[in-house]
Nanobody, 117 residues
Framework: QVQLVESGGGLVQAGGSLRLSCTAS????????MGWYRQAPGKQRELVAA???????NYADSVKGRFTISRDTAKNTVSLQMSSLKPEDTAVYYC???????????WGQGTQVAVSS
């Protein structure tokens, strides 16, 4: 099993920045991809960004150019640098890990990001 612990959420004004971090522990050898999903009230959970152990990166169109995902394999962490935040970025952000970015099977508890206008 893989355990994921997120940190870094909070309240920020529109145009501001936040950095989310996630640390993995447990059966980390099974992790080939990590990423971030988000879920806003009344909406489905959606992929924000993902990164593979080979360095391939995928972003949702809505965050391209504003968010940057990075991974430190030695520290078993994945981070999401969020800039130029918009009110529509408000959501609970979940860290995820798994064998591929289309088959995440481990999830963090979520961290709230709120962007005020």
């Amino acid at each position: 099993q893989v355990q994921l612990v997120e940190s870094g959420g909070g309240l920020v004004q529109a145009g501001g920045s936040l950095r989310l971090s996630c640390t993995a522990s447990g059966s980390i050898y099974s992790i080939k991809a990590m990423g971030w999903y988000r879920q806003a009230p009344g909406k489905q959970r959606e992929l924000v960004a993902a990164i593979t152990s080979g360095g391939s990166i995928n972003y949702a169109d809505s965050v391209k150019g504003r968010f940057t995902i990075s991974r430190d394999t030695a520290k078993n962490t994945v981070s999401l640098q969020m800039s130029s935040l918009k009110p529509e970025d408000t959501a609970v952000y979940y860290c995820a890990a798994g064998p591929t970015w289309t088959s995440f099977d481990s999830w963090g508890q979520g961290t709230q990001v709120a962007v005020s206008s």
